[in-house]
Antibody, heavy 114, light 108 residues
Framework: QVQLQESGPRLLKPSETLSLTCSVS?????????WGWIRQPPGKGLEWIGS???????HYNPSLESRLTISVDTSKNQFSLKLSSVTAADTAVYYC???????WGQGTLVTVSS | SSELTQDPAVSVALGQTVRITCQGD??????TNWHQQKPGQAPVLVIY???NRPSGIPDRFSGSSSGNTATLTITGAQAEDEADYYC???????????FGGGTKLTVL
């Protein structure tokens, strides 16, 4: 059974960098598929952030691209998200998922507040 | 275009059939996935590809597509189907993913 688990700081101040890691178990990232990040502001819809292949190839949401870095560590079977210069508008539940969207993490709420 | 448009809310009587639609130019070229999300939970994939259901998804859920519109059909809606439903697909380049704004389904 494929499982994903997000981890990282849950409270940030404006202008800081959001950093999250998704740990994958039950499937080797090296075996294929893109692996992605999706977020959901409180009470709002889902927004695709971006994705990465085990080779390091990335695709980013153009609206976030200037602040966004997604990386992969195949030795740890993990992939990570960094979003710089956060504001209150970045407050959301952040999900990681296999990008066929058949497996999702439980999500983690990240709050940006001074 | 990278936008997918959904009706914000739809209601259905218990046991009746409901159709939830998703519109977007990219849907002429790419399949649509459908996700169900209940309060406080992660989304769950209910339809993928042309009209495929992951293991464990009841066969009352089905998908179809015509032109720029994809449709999720629930035949014989149950109380437990009350949830938010999101479509997702690719943008016109095929490299980026996009989600619709979501449809809140109420089962009366």
């Amino acid at each position: 059974q494929v499982q994903l688990q997000e981890s990282g700081p849950r409270l940030l101040k404006p202008s800081e960098t959001l950093s999250l890691t998704c740990s994958v178990s039950g499937y080797s990232i090296r075996s294929g598929y893109y692996w992605g990040w999706i977020r959901q502001p409180p009470g709002k819809g889902l927004e695709w952030i971006g994705s990465i292949y085990h080779s390091g190839t990335t695709h980013y949401n153009p609206s976030l691209e200037s602040r966004l870095t997604i990386s992969v560590d195949t030795s740890k079977n993990q992939f990570s998200l960094k979003l710089s210069s956060v504001t209150a508008a970045d407050t959301a539940v952040y999900y990681c998922a296999r990008e066929e969207f058949d497996y999702w993490g439980q999500g983690t709420l990240v709050t940006v507040s001074s | 275009s990278s936008e997918l448009t959904q009706d914000p809310a739809v209601s259905v009587a218990l046991g009746q059939t409901v159709r939830i639609t998703c519109q977007g130019d990219s849907l002429r070229s790419y399949y649509t996935n459908w996700h169900q999300q209940k309060p406080g939970q992660a989304p769950v994939l209910v339809i993928y590809g042309k009209d495929n259901r992951p293991s464990g998804i009841p066969d009352r859920f089905s998908g179809s597509s015509s032109g720029n519109t994809a449709t999720l059909t629930i035949t014989g809606a149950q109380a437990e189907d009350e949830a938010d439903y999101y479509c997702n697909s690719r943008d016109s380049s095929g490299n980026l993913r996009v989600f619709g704004g979501g449809t809140k389904l109420t089962v009366l």
